[in-house]
Structure formats: C-alpha cells, structure tokens
C-alpha cells in the first residue's frame, strides 16, 4: 500500500518505531561529504539531529524523503535476508516431528528391552548355560547325534548310567564299601565248584544282620553249593559257613567254632539248618535269598518266605578270604551279600527291579569283585601254597611214621594178643555134608555138640560148647576160632545138635568182628532164607531174625546206645576182643544183649502173635554156622568160648562173671583186653627219640596202624595208641552239666586308640593297663539272682546282716551296674571280703580265695575289688546265657554228688594273646560271686625257664584249697586242652584233685567236700586276662577219670585242630560299624532322583502292511517248526504256539494315546503293566517305566519265573524312548531336568536331547528383579499415556492403517508386558518355598520303609515327578511367552527406526522391495518344493539326508547356504541332482534374491542423498534436543501447528515474517525473526542470492555481503523526494520475483556444471566420441543463460511494483 508521508517529527518516529529500526543506522564508506560531516550530540534514530531539524524548517522535506528512502531499503534488506524455502522448511519440520517422537519411544522401547533383558538374565542367569554345558559333558549328550543303532543306544544308556551315578552324592563313587559285594556280576554255569580267594575280599558274614541273595537256575533234585567257606580244602565236609541249594534249603555253619565238645554223632562238627518242608522249585531262573540274623535264619524264594528256623547260636567266620562258589550243574545269574537283613519289601524290590529302591534312589552299587590277573596268580599261589603244605606235611608225617616203625621193636603176634599160639583155625578134615547149598563149595558139618553139655563153673550154669573138639582139631576146648569160610561153609549136624534149646536161651561168646554177617543160624532148609532163629551182627547192632508166612523178619534188635562212643564200643572193625551175651525170654518176648558184662540194651519181640522161636528138627532143617542160607552173609573174625546155654536166662550177676574171670586154656590171662575206668591212664610226659607224645601218635594211628608197636610207645601211651578201650558200662545216674556258651568264643580286651595310659614294646607290642587286660564275663542271670536271693533272705546276698540285700536296688538293672553297685558298696563299707588293709596283706591265707592270690601273684589276676577296674572290664558281649537257671542248682548237685570236673580248651588267637617274651600266659578265674569275690578255680600259665600250668582249686570253705601245678609250656600255634576234676577216687578209693593238660595229669589227695558258696550261686562271672580263644567250659557233675579225659583228649585234638575259632570277637563282630572309603563330592550339582527310562512299545503281529509280508513271516514259521523243531529236537513252546516270537511286524498305533477301552491293547512287558506317563517327553502315552540302573546295571531280571535278560528291554518294538534325570544345583537354586529322547525305527535310532531349569530366586536377585519389574511397570505406564495422548490429539479414525497398528502395539505391549511381570514377580518370590517343595518331595521319598508297599514308593515318586513336570511347564510357558513379547518389544524399536532416514534403510528396504519379494518368494517356494519332490521320491530310500520331507528340506536348505551332502559324487543321479540344485536354487536364485535386496538398497540410498532435510543421526537428535530449548527459550508454536499453516499454502515460495504471522496471532515479530534465523543457518532452508560476479554467498557471510549490497543500493539511488511517491512493494510481487531469480540461479548452476563436464571429457576423450555420445543423450541440453533470463522476464507479471523490484535487487 502506498507510504503516507507525515512532516512531523512525531510521525517519522511513528515510521520508525512502526517498521522496527530502533538502533542507530551504520554509517557508509562510500557516502557523501554531507553525510559524513559530525552530528551533534543530540541526534534521532535515524542519526539526524533534531535540534537543526528544529532550528531550519526547510530540512523537513528532505529529512522526511530520506527516512522513507532509507526505510525502504532496510526493510528490502531485512527481508531478503530472513526468508526461508517453505517446502525446506516444511520437510525439516516434519522430520523433526517425526524425529521427536520417534525417539521419545525408541528411547522408551529400548529402556524397555534393556530392562526386560536384564530381568531375564538376572531370572534366568548365566550359571543356567554354565550347568546345561556341565551336563552335556558330564552326560556325553554330544554323541547321541551319533547314535543309529540300537546297540549303540544300549551302549550309552550304560555309560548313561555310570555317569549318573557320579552325579549322585550318596553313590558308590563316593562311598565305597567293601563290606557289601556283588561276588558273581555276570550269569555262568558251574561244572564244578569255583575256588575264588581275592585279595583284600572280605565281608562280615559275621554281623548282626547279614544277607545273600541268588539268581539261580538248577535240575529239580539236585543239591548244589551256592556259596561257603571252607573250613579246611582237605575236609570238603566242614564249612564256616555254607549255602546249599537244593529240594531242602540248607544253610551249614560253625566247624571253626563248634561247640558240642562230647558230640558222639562221629561226623558232626557243624550246625546244620534246613528248611522243615521241601521247597519247589519253579522251573528257570529264579531269586533265592538268605537271611542271618543272630537267632534266626529265613529262606526266601522269589518273594515268598520258604523257611524259618531258629538258631542254636549266632553265625560267625572264620579267618580266610578264600569263597567256594557254585557247583555241578548250576547256573548262576548273580551272587550278592548285604550286610544288613533284607526285608520283605526289599526282596520284593530287588524281585522286580533287580535292586532295592534304596539302593537304586540313592546311587549305591554292590562292591563288585572283578579277578586280576593278580588274583588268579594269588588264587593259584593260595592253591600251590596249600599243596605244598599239605604235601610237606604228609611227607614230614611219613618219615616220622617210618623212622618210629624202623627204630622200634615190633610186638610178635603171641606178645601182643591179636593172634596168639592159641589161635585155632578151622581144620578141612571136617566131613562133607550130604546136601551142600552152594553147589560150587564143599561143606563140611560139625560133630559133637550134644555131647559138651557141661557146667560153667564161673555162672553155674549149664551149657552147649559150639565150638566142639571135632572143630578145633585137638585143641584145648575155649580156645580162639579163627573163622574165614567163604567157600567152605560148615554146618553143625542136626544129629548131634540139641533138639531144643528150650523157651529161654543164651548166647555167650567172645568176638573179634571183622565183618559183619551171621553167627549161628537154624533154618527150614538150605535153600531158602526161612530161619527158625538167626543171629547176625552188624556194625554197632544185634539182630535176631525168624520166619512168619514163608518170610524172614526181625525179631529183635539192639545196638550201642545213644550217646555212647561207636569208636570204642562197636561190634565191627574193633582191635579187642570183647564178651557178648545175647539173651532170649520167649516168656517175656524179650531180648537182651550184654557187652563186657553189662547190659547195652533190650528189645521185645516185634512179630505179633503167641509161637516158639526154636522149632523142632525135620529132614531139610539146616543149623549154619558163620553163615546163612543158601550162603551168604558170612561171618569173618575170631570166636571165643562160643556157647548156648539152653533153657537158662543169665542173670547179670553171672554174666559179669564170665566177663571179668574167663581166661584162656592155653596162657591163663583173662580174656577181658579192655579196661575199667581208673585202671589205666597215659603218660602224659611221655617223649620218644623224636619228641613225639601220646597225641601224635593218637593222630598218626588212622594214618598208620602199625605206628603203636614198640615196647614204650604201647606201655605209655595205651589209651592213644588204642592198646585198650574202655569196657562198657552202664552210664551212671545222669550227670548234671552246665555249658558256659556254646560255641568257641574269641575273648578280645580292645584298647582304645585314644588311650593315654597305654605303652608299646620295642616290638611294637601294645602293653595294656592292668584294668584292661582282665575281661569279666557275666551270667546273664545275676542281676535277677541277687535280687531273689536278696528277696529270699534277710541276711543279705552273703548270708550275713550286711545290709547288701538292701543296697540293691528295686530298680530294673543290668547285670554290669548291680555288680558294680554291690562292689562300691562293699568297698565304701570296708567290708573284709572284699577291703584289705595294709596291715593285713602279709596275714592273708589260701582260704581267703581271691584276696590271697593278688596278693600272692601280683598282676597276674584281676583285681575285683577295684570297682572302676571291675566296671570296664565287664563285657557284655561275652556273657553266656544260663539254660534252666543251672548255676543256681548245680552248688547244690555238686555238694549232694561230691564230684566236678570242669573241662576246656584255649589257644592264642593273636600276638596280643602273647606277653613281651612270646608266650602265651593266660590266667582264668571262676567267681561264684564278684562282689564280695568268691574264687572257686584259678588256673594260670607260667613262662620262662620252668613253664608250667597251674591250677588253686577251693571248696568254699575255711580251710586252705588245694594247689596243683603241671610242667609244660602252652602251645602258640594249637589248642591246649585244661580239665580239673574233683571227687575221683583212686584204687584205694581216696578223693582225688586232679589236674589234666592235654592228657598229662597231677594228681593230689583232695580229702575235703564241696561247700556251698556263700553268693547262693555256683558261678556268676569268669574272669580272664589277655585274648584268647576259648571252647566251652563244661561243669559236669560227676569227676571223670584221667584215662576219660586222656581218651576224650585224644579224640578231639584233631578236631580241634580244625577248628580256627571265630575270625572276630563279639564285642567287635556287635559293635563295629562298616566304614566308607569317602571321596570328596565336587560336582556343581547332584541328582534327587533315581533316573528312569520309559518305552512306548509297539505291538508284535503277523498282519504286516504288506500280503507278501504276512506270507513270508508265515512261511518262515513253519519252516523252522519242520527243520528245528522236529524230532529228536524240540523247541520252546512260546515258538511253537505263537509266530511272533520269531518274526514279527510292529503296529504303529502303540505311539497314539490310550483311552481306557484300549488296555488290551497294552501286554505286558518284562512282567509290566503299561502305564500313563505322567511326566516327561511321553506324557499322556502308555508307557513302561523302570529305573534306568535296573536295565544297565542287572544282568537278569526275573519277572514271572522266567529269567529275562535286561538287554532285551528295548528291541524291535520299542517306537519311544525317554531318560529323565532331575538334578539339582545348591549354589544357584536351579533345579534342571535333563531329558534324553529317542525315536525308533526299523531299528534306526534318532536321539535328541532338552535340558530344562527351573531357578529359585531370592535375597538380592528377587529385589533387583523386582526393582526392575517395577521400572518395566513405569516404562508402559509411560508408554500408555504418550498412547493415549495421541489419540485424543488426533483421533484414532483420522489416523492412517500404519499408525493405528503402531497404537494396537503399543497398546498390547502396554497392558502385557506389565501384567507378565506382575505374575512373574510373584512367581518369582514363591519360587524358593517351589524348589524347597519339589526337592522335599524327591528327597523324602521313604525309599527304605517297610511301611510302606513298592507301589506306594513308586506312586508318590512319580508323583513327585508330575508335580516337577507341571512347574517345568509352567516355567517353559512363562519363557515362551516372554520371549515372544522380547519379539514384539524388539519389531517396534525396528519400526521405530524409521523416524530417521539414516538408520530406517532396514524398514525401507523392505517396503520397497515388498513386491519383489512376494514374488521372489512364489519361485523359490515352486523351485524348492520342486527339488523336494524329486529328492525325497529317488534318493530317500538311499540317503539319509532325503529318508523324510523334514530331513529334506533340512539338506536343501544347507546346501542353499553353500554346502554339499557327504555322498556327492558317489551316483551320478545323485551328483546331478546336486549339481542342477546348486545352479539353479544357489547360483540363481539365490542370487535373485540378493539383487532385489540391493536394488531396493539402493532406491532407499538415492533417496536419501535426495534428501536435504536429514544430517547425521546423532546431530539431528543434538539439533532436535536444541530446538527444543529455541523453542521454549523463544516461545515458538508447535512445530506441528506450525506445520498446519505451512503445508496447505503451496503457493507460498518463501516463508517470511508475514507467513509465520498467520501461524498465530501472538507470535511476536522478535519470536518469528528468531525462528527465521535459526532455521535460516541450514543450507537448503534459508534463501541464497547471486552476487554480481554470479558467485554464491555462503550462510556465515550473510551479513557482511547484506551490509555490502545495502551500501552499494544506497549509493545508486537518488536521495529526492521523488522517492517518497515510490511505495513499497506488494509481498506477493517479491515473492514472485525471488521465487524466478531461485530458478534462474538453479538452472545457471546445473548449466555451468555440465558445461564443465564436457569440457573435462574433450580433454580426456576423443572429440567425435564425446559428441556421439551427447547426442544419444536425450537428457542433455545447452541453455544459454541470456535465453534463460528472457524466459524470466517473460514470466514477470508486468506490473510496476515487480519491474521496481527487480530493479532494486
């Protein structure tokens, strides 16, 4: 609009102020002298002064025109140089917009991913990587890759195992016992027995509670050996202890410690149990267990209890390592020992899992014995060793038998009295009888037995001499008969026999039986065996036969007695002569029978019915003589003084008589050769030349009989050397005898290794502290037999007011504490039975007992008065059990009978049994009260020069007791035999004491009676110093002869000598504990559970998918059923009756789930059940679940009496496997289930593996991630509410499609993310009571309980199991979701990089390839799934790679990635398809693929370089972060409003002050010109002019440029008031005329651009080549700058304010 001029000052300040120039104009070089001359001190704005403008008025007008003009041109000035390119500016605030938001929800996002990273990390942990590679070393989980076959499958499953069991704390590979062994691992079959002796192999057989357990398999019948100890390889009838298999369980034990020291039954030196009833035996292989305890012992078959006895004494071992294992005929699966009592629940577990749960839980193994070539040759030394020993001692006793024969004087015949001058033998000169019963010999018969009858003049008593004259050949009549007639039998004559011997009758005679066989006999004829009497004698037995019904029966028959030596007192094989008397009472039907004169037995008639035993003479009737009819059975030996004494039955008066007195015809001694107690005895200091005694030549008399010949050796020593035995007689009144334990007893005084007043020898000898070198062994009835005798009597325990009745206690006590109590009674009481002052020891006498021999023998007795050294020498183990309270009865018996005789044997069992010089020196004390002592025997061993035995024996009384002693040396290396007998009285029938020590005795006079002891009690303790073993102790109640004690000595020696004793002592055998070679744990975590594998198992059937396969399974049945199954053969009935059992096809429907109407379609498997999987990878299956160790570690396992071998378990029909192992890491709180997977088929193998955790979280770890949770709650509250503001700012329908996906996504991340950590945070603070939860399940599992069932133990572990697996799937979910919401955190922040060009090239890339990669993607899909096809359908039935449509887009995929198959090269299908793949999917495609990717690339690079708005991404944030503070600092409109103004208005070139002024209303003019300088400072924003020189005037020198172009306008102007009438111009002309100047200068530049290109190609190239080839290009043109300045020209609106303008620039 056009200036109106005003000439007032007034209004030119107006002017002024109105267009913003308040500061002083600068002054112009170039301006004129009249504007250069000094102003006054008082000037206007415009620099004029104000005082002159006053003074003249003619300067108004010119002052006027020159504020217009130079207003004019300030406001030119100002406004070219604040104008900006609105379509720059539009895009540079776009992209800050875009920009700032952008990054105010990247950085959110991305705070948002970092925060929730951390708090998976801090969840999850690294220690979860570090114990999933732990386990994939530990467990091989590598090579299952490897694994195709099932016996590969098999393989690793047992190394499976073996490292499972070093991940389990409690296992064998870190508690190794040798006391609980697997003797036989692998199933063998036994020819014969095994002899195993292993070095350092041993186990307690011995202890509490032991047990064996066997898989066996034997013929019914046979009697096998499982399993024993020898006690000697030369006696295979004695073990220590013996399992024997068989139709009647046996279990032998104890022929080292055998007790029954008087045992008659010959052969038992052991305890023999067996089973009450005869077991059956299932046919296979079956579990048979035994179980020890200390009184009884179980027999187990398969799971049912066979047999229970109970045990006379507990089981001990003996010393040895050496095992006889198995025997003919057994196959044995495997052989364990347990050192505990196996139950019935256990037994049912190892039954069915082939180990106890507790085992199988806690990892523990068997020790298993594996043989070294160092055992085979410790074995075979043992062997060689024993050999030699055996043969140097057989050759040591050969050369001393020989040199005693050839060094000694032999007896003759006559002198000894075997065979005598007097011996007749039975002349030929007999006659023949007239009918012989044996057609091949000639009989004889005898003559003359009628006429003997004559009177005995020692019985008085008639009789016939069967032995008559014609007989003897002349001989003196009762002369000895040898009688051998085989060949020759005689017959009496009937003629001459007595024709009846009446209803009475006796035999008397004299014998010497070789054989057994027939004496005398009358029968019907000689034909047949129909005697009317007979009688035979036979071993130890008489028997008189007769005929009933045309049959031979027995009459009558008596034999030795029970309980009497058949050793001495046999009928057959003895060296003496012996008297016989038969009697027969057909009155009474009775027979009797008399040895040496008494009567051993009698018999009544066992044939009912009244008849006559002799029977009247007939024309047939045979009398045979040392035999029977028709001849046989003959009698061989000597007969003496053979005689019936008919009609008379001797009386025992008379038959003593003819014992005792009858002598021989010819010599005149007696005929009775064997002895009477107390007429002979051994000498027991009897030496020959070489040193041998009277038991060496006791043991080598069976070895050589003609050992005992010299003179000397048979008059000393004529009980061992058999001269003479004993005469039988009848057994007196039953004697009374009490046994102190009935076994061998090992007497151990332990020393503590923590004792501190003990001392050592210089060989290394422990010397112990005198309290403990004495052992107390109690009756266990002396607590209750104090407290009755102290009930009984009001004189207390000693009979006298002592006031000790009423110091024991009413209170339950054990024998040890009453004991003790009644001796620190006594003992505070000073009581003189027990308290002995100083002053009284020198007067101390014998009668005191025991106070005079401590007194007397210091150290070498127990001093009971001391009552803390009685306290710990009492052992409870060694107490001995009192059978019918004996010992309170037996002082009475003993006072009653006058007689005792203690009897026992005791050897060293170790160097501690020794003193420091090498001697065995025990001493032992009988106490028939401890406290106050009572001392009854004390027998000792003394060392040194003169060693000795002694023995004090007193009768309780006041008088002195009686001392005797024996001069010999206790043997180091065998048993000592000691006996005392009291009460014997000798020839002149004086009382005698005697003391016998392995048949040497001292006898003394001993005239004083047994006195009752004052303790009411005969023995309450045995007092003992050093270790020994002892037998026995017998207390009889009669006194037995030295000779008895010599014979019985004798008798038992080399039985003794057998008998090693037990190998440990009680008190160690009960108390000591099994102990663990411990290794240290370092694993980082262990298993708490048993690992198990299950099987889904197809099911076997002849209905393959194919006809042809059916048929072939078919015929191949019945081929093997013609060839090998037919006769003789035979197969199994399993073959027989079902085809799959030997080829068969699988159902594949065996891998879907199971309703409960499919059960039977489920059969059993190794005796199994299938059963729902209720954990793991086959949950919801029906699955068969054993524990992993029971397939790899068990050989065999018995299910249903058959023997199935575990590496059967998984075969042909096994689709599935899984292995579950749950471990648990303590230092981090992370529970992992390692699950090993394998899919079968057709017997290929494909395993795989997971590893999956579950972690506690707590303490620091649960508050950060809590801490975190809650920054992850804040981030989406912020995120939600910058969501939220933008809808209500812009609407939600307004917005476009990529917008309102980019609103629902940060809506749903909004709203999931948190309430996934609000879960998870809680989830998190209950995981600690989780795992504690899930490991108490595992670990409380009461795998030991008998409580409980083996169903009720694997029911609550599975359970368990379940209840792992639902939190593993819990924590799997947790994590799946999780990570698909880190996806979604992570595609926004992708999204949101598109805020900047620079770093949105991913986005853009592919939005503008988008097409081309839906179209890519149709070929590749087509071509790929091509090549699948062909690949699948040729090479899959070959190569593994292509065997399924997975496995080949697998090897596709790779070989898209540039790999090739191993095979490649092998075939040439194989090697085209390859190579055709690789052309065209590699090389093409591929790279199809590649290009698209580069070309969209590159389109999103040209835009980019297009584009001027952008810079580098960090300074356009710094820009953006400083335009914000412009922004606040200058109070700028939104640069989204401003946008809403600037965007419409298209035909605005420029953006300048007017425009901004439209944005809003109260915009300031200062606001606007500093938005435009900000935004002016950037290149491609603010507006660039040409200068004269047609150059560009750079952004830093824009002032300095505008000052100069200003200068050089002012002076070309006119300064007259013409100007005035000038005007301004209108914006829109201006912005008219830049907008062409911009355009004119663009195409100027890009001209003189190409220009200089050209120029540069002539240069460089040929002149008509560079032509050519701007001629084809079309884009080129040559504008000439003039013509392009007229084409401008031509664009100007033609109107004056334009042309003005123009003008003006």
């Known amino acids: 609009m056009p200036i109106v001029l005003s000439g007032t000052r007034d209004a030119a300040m107006d002017v002024l102020e109105d267009s913003g120039t308040t500061a002083p104009v600068q002054k112009n070089e170039d301006s004129s002298p009249a504007s250069t001359r000094k102003t006054p001190s008082t000037t206007s704005a415009t620099g004029f002064s104000m005082k002159a403008i006053d003074k003249n008025p003619t300067w108004k007008l010119e002052l006027a025109a020159r504020i217009i003009q130079r207003l004019v041109i300030k406001k030119l000035r100002l406004d070219n140089r604040t104008r900006l390119v609105r379509t720059a500016l539009v895009e540079r605030l776009q992209l800050e917009v875009r920009l700032g938001k952008g990054i105010r929800l990247m950085l959110c996002f991305m705070a948002l991913f970092g925060l929730m990273i951390s708090a998976d990390v801090i969840e999850t942990s690294a220690a979860k990587l570090k114990l999933t590679d732990h386990y994939r070393r530990t467990f091989e989980l590598d ?185 003919s005929g057994l196959l044995l699966g495997m052989l364990s020992f347990f050192p505990w009592a196996l139950g019935a629940a256990e037994i049912h577990e190892i039954y069915v899992q082939g180990n106890t749960l507790e085992f199988i839980a806690s990892g523990a193994e068997l020790f298993k014995i594996k043989e070294t070539g160092f055992d085979l040759l410790h074995e075979q030394g043992t062997l060689r060793q024993s050999s030699a020993e055996t043969h140097h001692h057989e050759s040591q006793q050969s050369r001393s038998v020989s040199h005693a024969i050839t060094n000694e004087v032999i007896y003759s015949l006559g002198e000894s009295g075997h065979a005598d001058d007097g011996e007749i033998r039975i002349s030929d000169q007999v006659p023949e009888l007239t009918t012989c019963p044996t057609k091949s010999a000639a009989c004889r018969y005898i003559e003359g037995v009628s006429e003997t009858w004559q009177m005995d003049p020692l019985s008085s008593a008639y009789f016939y001499d069967l032995l008559p004259p014609s007989l003897l050949g002349g001989a003196s009549a009762g002369s000895l008969v040898e009688v051998h007639l085989e060949r020759n039998r005689h017959a009496y004559s009937v003629a001459s026999f007595p024709s009846s011997i009446g209803p009475v009758w006796s035999l008397s005679f004299w014998a010497r039986a070789s054989t057994s066989g027939f004496l005398i006999g009358k029968f019907h004829d000689p034909e047949h065996d129909l005697p009317c009497w007979s009688v035979q004698i036979e071993g130890d037995k008489l028997k008189l036969f007769t005929s009933s019904h045309e049959h031979r029966v027995l009459l009558a028959m008596v034999s030795i007695p029970e309980g009497r030596s058949q050793r001495d007192f046999a009928f057959v094989g003895t060296t003496l002569l012996r008297h016989f008397v038969i009697v027969i009472d057909e009155l009474s039907r009775v027979m009797s029978v008399h040895l040496d004169g008494h009567q051993i037995g009698a018999d009544p008639f066992r044939v009912v019915g009244a008849f006559r035993v002799d029977c009247p003479h007939s024309n047939g009737t045979y009398i045979a003589f040392a035999h029977r009819t028709p001849g046989s059975q003959d009698f061989i030996g000597q007969l003496q003084q053979f005689r019936l004494y008919a009609n008379t039955v001797l009386n025992d008066s008379q038959i003593l008589a003819l014992a005792e007195a009858s002598e021989d015809p010819k010599t005149g001694r007696k005929l009775r050769q064997c002895f009477k107690p107390g007429e002979i005895q051994d000498d027991g200091s009897f030496r020959d030349e070489q040193f041998h005694g009277c038991t060496w030549y006791a043991e080598m008399l069976p070895i050589a009989p003609q050992i005992c010949l010299s003179d000397a050796v048979r008059a000393n020593c ?46 290394g000898s422990l010397i112990r502290p005198n309290h403990e070198k004495f052992k107390m062994c109690l009756a266990e009835s002396v607590a209750s037999g104090r407290r009755q005798a102290s009930a009984g009597s009001t004189q207390g325990v000693s009979g006298s007011s002592d006031g000790l009745a009423e110091h024991i206690p009413a209170l339950v006590m054990t024998d040890s504490e009453v004991i003790v109590k009644s001796c620190q009674y006594l003992e505070a009481s000073r009581d003189p039975r027990s308290y002995v002052a100083e002053s009284r020891k020198q007067s101390l006498r014998p009668a005191d007992g025991a106070l005079y021999l401590l007194h007397e023998y210091p150290g070498m007795f127990q001093n009971v008065t001391d009552c803390e050294s009685l306290r710990q020498s009492i052992d409870s183990h060694c107490a001995f059990q009192v059978e019918n309270d004996w010992t309170k009865h037996f002082d009475e018996i003993v006072e009653r009978s006058g007689q005792l005789t203690i009897s026992f044997w005791v050897r060293p069992s170790s160097p501690n049994s020794l003193n420091s010089r090498g001697e065995f020196t025990p001493s032992i004390q009988f106490l028939a009260g401890v406290a106050p002592p009572e001392v009854f025997l004390t027998v000792w061993a003394e060392g040194g020069l003169f060693p000795k035995v002694a023995a004090y024996f007193h009768t309780h009384n006041a008088s002195s007791g009686e001392y005797l002693e024996v001069g010999t040396r206790l043997s180091l290396d065998d048993w000592t035999h000691i006996s005392v007998t009291f009460g014997s009285n000798d020839a002149k029938g004086h009382s005698e004491l005697a003391l016998v020590v392995n048949g040497m005795a001292t006898v003394d006079n001993f005239p004083q009676s047994w006195v009752r002891s004052r303790s009411a009690t005969f023995l309450e303790a045995i007092s003992l110093s050093s270790e020994m073993l002892m037998s026995p102790v017998e207390f009889r109640s009669t006194a037995l002869h030295i000779s008895d004690l010599q014979s019985f000595h004798y008798n038992e020696h080399a039985r003794m000598k057998l008998r090693t004793g037990p190998s440990r002592s009680d008190s160690e055998r009960l108390q000591t504990q099994l102990t663990y070679s411990r290794k240290a744990f370092q694993e980082p975590s262990f298993l708490v559970a048993p690992p198990i594998i299950q099987q889904v198992r197809a099911q076997k059937t002849t209905e393959c998918r194919s006809d042809a396969g059916k048929f072939a399974l078919q015929q191949m049945w019945e081929q093997v059923l013609s060839t090998r199954c037919h006769w003789p053969f035979t197969c199994d009935t399993d073959l027989k009756a079902d085809p799959t059992s030997l080829l068969a096809c699988s159902h594949d429907h065996r891998t879907r789930h199971y309703d409960d109407e499919d059960d039977d379609l489920a059969p059993k498997w190794f005796g199994q059940e299938p059963s729902v999987a209720l954990s793991g990878d086959l949950e919801g299956l029906h699955v068969y679940t054993v524990f992993l160790v029971s397939i790899t570690d068990t050989p065999i396992l018995v299910r249903g009496d058959s023997a199935l071998s575990t590496q059967a378990y998984i075969d042909q029909q096994t689709t599935h496997m899984a292995v579950q192992l749950v471990l648990f890491a303590p230092e981090h709180g992370i529970i992992s289930e390692v699950n090993i997977g394998g899919h079968l088929d057709s017997g290929n193998v494909e395993a795989e593996y997971h590893v999956r955790h579950i972690s506690s979280v707590e303490g620091l770890k649960l508050m950060a991630y809590s801490i975190l949770g809650a920054l992850v709650v804040l981030i989406c509250c912020v995120v939600m509410f910058d969501t939220w503001r933008r809808i209500c700012l812009q609407g939600f329908t307004s917005l476009c499609m990529t917008a309102r996906v980019q609103l629902i996504m940060d809506i749903g991340i909004g709203l999931v993310v948190p309430a996934f950590y609000v879960v998870r945070s809680f989830q998190n603070a209950a995981s600690g009571a989780l795992v504690k939860d899930m490991l108490r399940q595992l670990l409380e599992v009461p795998w030991s309980a008998d409580s409980l069932s083996y169903a009720e133990k694997e029911g609550q572990f599975f359970h368990a199991l379940h209840d792992l697996e639902i939190s593993l799937l819990t924590e799997t979910f947790m994590h799946l979701f999780a990570f698909f919401v880190s996806w979604a955190v992570l595609l926004r922040i992708m999204q949101l990089t598109s805020a900047h060009p620079r770093i949105a090239v991913l986005i853009n890339t592919v939005v503008y390839g988008i097409d081309d990669f839906w179209h890519f993607l149709i070929l590749f899909l087509l071509l790929f799934m091509g090549f699948c096809l062909i690949a699948k359908t040729l090479f899959g039935p070959e190569h593994h790679e292509f065997e399924t449509y997975g496995e080949t887009l697998k090897a596709q995929f790779l070989m898209c990635l540039g790999s090739v198959p191993d095979d490649f090269g092998t075939e040439m299908e194989f090697t085209i398809y390859v190579v055709v793949f690789n052309f065209v999917m590699f090389f093409l495609v591929v790279n199809f693929l590649l290009a698209i990717i580069v070309e969209s690339y590159l389109r999103v690079k040209q835009d980019i370089e297009q584009m001027n708005a952008e810079q580098e991404f960090f300074t356009d944030m710094g820009a953006v972060m400083f335009t914000l503070a412009k922004r606040w600092r200058h109070a700028w409109p939104k640069a989204r409003t401003i946008l809403r103004v600037l965007e419409p208005a298209v035909a605005k070139q420029h953006v300048d002050l007017a425009l901004l002024k439209e944005v809003s209303g109260s915009w300031s003019r200062k606001s606007r010109h500093a938005f435009l300088d900000f935004y002016g400072r950037f290149d491609h924003i603010g507006v660039r002019e040409q200068t004269k020189r047609g150059t560009y005037w750079d952004q830093p020198n824009e002032r300095k440029n505008t000052k100069k172009a200003t200068h050089n306008l002012e002076a070309s102007l006119a300064l007259s008031p013409a100007l005035v009438e000038l005007g301004r111009p209108s914006d829109a002309a201006r912005d008219d005329a830049l907008q062409h100047q911009f355009q004119l200068q663009r195409q100027l530049h890009v001209q003189v651009q190409e220009l200089t290109a050209l120029i540069h190609e002539l240069r460089t190239q040929p002149k008509r080549t560079v032509l050519e080839t701007r001629a084809r290009d079309r884009d080129f043109r040559l504008t000439d700058p003039k013509h392009a300045e007229s084409l401008h020209d031509q664009q100007d609106d033609g109107t004056q304010s334009g042309s003005n303008y123009r003008r003006l620039v």
């Open 143 to 327: 090579k299952l890759n490897g694994i195709q076959k099932i016996a590969e499958l098999k393989s690793y499953l047992r190394n499976l195992s073996a490292a499972s069991n070093t991940m389990q704390v409690s296992s064998s590979s870190y508690f190794v016992n040798r006391d609980q062994v697997m003797i036989v691992s692998d199933p063998a079959f036994y020819e014969h027995s095994h002899y195993m002796d292993v070095k350092g192999l041993s186990f307690p057989v011995d202890a509490v509670e032991v047990s064996f357990l066997a898989w066996v398999q034997v013929d019914a019948g046979r009697r096998v050996n499982l399993l024993g100890r020898r006690l000697d390889k030369q006696v295979s009838s004695l073990s220590c202890w013996s399992w024997i298999y068989g139709p009647e369980m046996e279990f032998d034990f104890g022929a080292h410690d055998y007790g029954h020291l008087h045992d008659s039954h010959g052969s038992a030196d052991q305890e023999v149990i067996r089973t009450a009833t005869r077991a059956y035996h299932p046919p296979g292989m079956h579990l048979v267990v035994l179980v020890i305890r200390q009184d009884t012992v179980e027999f187990w078959q398969n799971e049912s209890l066979v047999g229970h006895t109970k045990l006379s004494r507990p089981v001990t071992d003996c010393i040895g390592s050496g095992l006889e294992v198995g025997g």
């Open 718 to 763: 004529q009980i061992a050397c058999k001269v003479a035995r004993p005469c039988f007689a009848p057994l007196k009144m039953a004697a009374d005898v009490g046994m102190v334990w009935n076994r061998i007893m090992r007497l151990s005084t332990p020393l503590s290794t923590d004792s501190s007043d003990g001392r050592r020898l210089a060989g």
